[in-house]
């Protein structure tokens, strides 16, 4: 007989029929008479119910059966009598194809915190909100490539290795073969890199996009969708040191042009999340209603995980300059009560205190704040005509912050180098890059997206380390 999941079989297509079903057990509960035993396979949030008579099933037979056991159920599917299940399987043949002794097994019927899931990360997806979260990260995956395929961008695999550090000074993570208790020094004593497998000093990549203007110089619109790697300490929940960015890249687009896309773009995951994963964001929804009672009723969120994404879905994005954004902060009564912790003035990066003051409290929805004064802002930025800001775009999100970092990029030779110069970036080091202006430069934009703080704000979970199989911070690489 074939194996139906889940999913399927709670369709009802095949009531009245045998089936086979496999999963693992989630409860086991019952009385003389009757066991009722929870399987899920991961198809669905949803467990189907397997009922085992008595008659047919001894104790011993079902001795095995426990909680995080995988079976092989055999049995007619039928509508249920009981609440909770539209249908259930009454079973003819019960198989444990792998035990799980109840005593060592560590996921118990009591809700565990998600500090100790972290801990167990291997068997965390076992649990219904890890379930949920993986599943939409799956679907929110599958709809960035829906997104792109569906407007003629090419996909385009960026390097993992890379030479240049032009982007992530100090932040990035080295790669080498050399022996490290015995270092090749050249005559100044310093490491010999020629010695080292690509005969350069390389590391990990902390963006694609550098590489990606290059194939957009070609195929017009290209996007990336792969891991990057930082070597930040910021021990924060919303900061990994390996995630999975989406750099879209854009020939013939200005900074309008890319905040549009990328407003239609979120819209467009969130909208295939709602559509593909009701089951799990209603779930997920509910465990957020149950945290937030927790919470002082003043600092409690009004809309619930589904609202929020409709409402995201279906408004405009607030459109404002970084001028503009100070300026509300310097008049905001958060300011006046000298609230925040950093300080506010013209030039200064906006912290993160500052972009959720901005969407959940000033605005109340996402918010794109564009041109940055240029000294806080990468080289590759457009210079605007004051010649003190640059076309740069940062997209912040509601318990989020800052989702997107975009830009239209410097297309003219001379005000990149002069920018290059400027910023101590090595012009020498990246000639490959000033060859795109060179060769049929054009106007262009791009943005990166990281994916963790999407599936954050999809699935309403509070820390990036639950978002993420398994998550890489600082002092943490287990599993
Ligand atoms: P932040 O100020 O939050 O550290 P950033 O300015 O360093 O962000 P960018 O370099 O613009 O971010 O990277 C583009 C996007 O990648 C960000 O908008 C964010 O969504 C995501 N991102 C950046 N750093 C991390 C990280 N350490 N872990 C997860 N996502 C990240
Ligand atoms: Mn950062």
């Known amino acids: 007989m074939q194996r139906t999941k889940v999913k399927d079989l709670l369709t009802g297509a095949e009531a009245g029929k045998e089936i086979l079903l496999k999963g693992w057990v989630r409860t086991k509960r019952g009385n003389k008479y009757v066991t009722f035993i929870a399987v899920n396979d991961g198809s669905t949030i949803h467990s189907l119910q397997v009922v085992a008579d008595a008659e047919k099933f001894s104790e011993e037979a079902?001795?095995?059966?426990?909680?995080g056991a995988s079976v092989a159920v055999t049995g007619e599917l039928v509508a249920s009598q009981g609440k909770g299940q539209a249908y259930e399987v009454l079973a003819n043949t019960i198989e444990v194809l792998g035990k799980a002794d109840p005593e060592t097994y560590p996921l118990q019927k009591k809700?565990?915190?998600l500090e100790f899931l972290r801990e167990i990360a291997h068997l965390r997806f076992r649990t219904n909100t890890f379930g949920a979260v993986f599943r939409l990260r799956n679907s929110l995956a599958f709809a960035v490539h829906k997104f792109f395929n569906e407007r003629g961008f090419v996909y385009m695999h960026t390097p993992i290795v890379t030479a240049s550090d032009a982007e992530g000074a100090g932040e990035m993570f080295r790669v080498t073969t050399l022996d490290l208790d015995n270092l090749p020094r050249n005559e100044?004593?310093?490491i010999n890199f020629e010695e080292d497998f690509f005969g350069r000093s390389t590391n990990l990549?902390?963006?694609g996009q550098l590489e990606g203007e290059l194939a957009a110089m070609a195929f017009s619109d290209i996007y990336t969708f792969g891991p990057t790697f930082r070597a930040e300490n910021s021990n924060t929940a919303r900061h990994l040191a390996e995630f999975w960015m989406i750099e879209p890249e854009m020939a013939f687009y200005d900074l309008q042009d890319n905040a549009n896309l990328a407003e239609e773009f979120i819209k467009y995951v969130i909208r295939y999340a709602i559509e593909n994963n009701s089951a799990d964001i209603e779930f997920l929804g509910q465990r957020l209603a149950e945290e937030e009672k927790q919470k002082p009723q003043n600092e409690r969120n009004e809309m619930s995980l589904l609202e929020k994404l409709e409402f995201v879905a279906n408004n405009s994005f607030e459109r404002i300059t970084y001028t503009e954004a100070i300026d509300i902060l310097l008049n905001s009564?958060?300011?006046?009560?000298k609230k925040f912790q950093y300080e506010v003035s013209w030039g200064v990066d906006l912290q993160s205190e500052h972009e959720r003051y901005l969407v959940e409290k000033h605005f109340k929805k996402p918010v794109i704040v564009t041109n940055y004064p240029k000294d806080i802002k990468s080289f590759y930025m457009r210079l605007n005509d004051d010649g003190k800001t640059v076309a740069a775009m940062d997209i912040l999100a509601p318990g989020i912050g800052e989702i997107v970092g975009?830009?239209?990029?410097e297309e003219r030779l001379d005000k990149l180098t002069e920018r290059?110069?400027?910023?101590g970036v090595p012009t020498e080091e990246l000639w490959w890059y000033l060859d795109t202006r060179r060769f049929g430069s054009c106007p262009h934009a791009g943005f990166g997206l990281g994916f963790e703080r999407l599936v954050q704000f999809v699935t309403g979970m509070g820390n990036i380390r639950d978002v993420i199989p398994f998550p890489r911070t600082p002092k943490n690489a287990e599993f």
């Open 205 to 207: 990549t902390v963006s």
């Open 188 to 190: 100044e004593g310093k």
């Open 420 to 423: 290059m110069e400027e910023m």
């Open 333 to 337: 009564p958060a300011y006046k009560k």
């Open 62 to 67: 079902l001795k095995d059966v426990t909680t």
């Open 111 to 113: 809700a565990h915190s």
């Open 406 to 409: 975009g830009s239209q990029r």
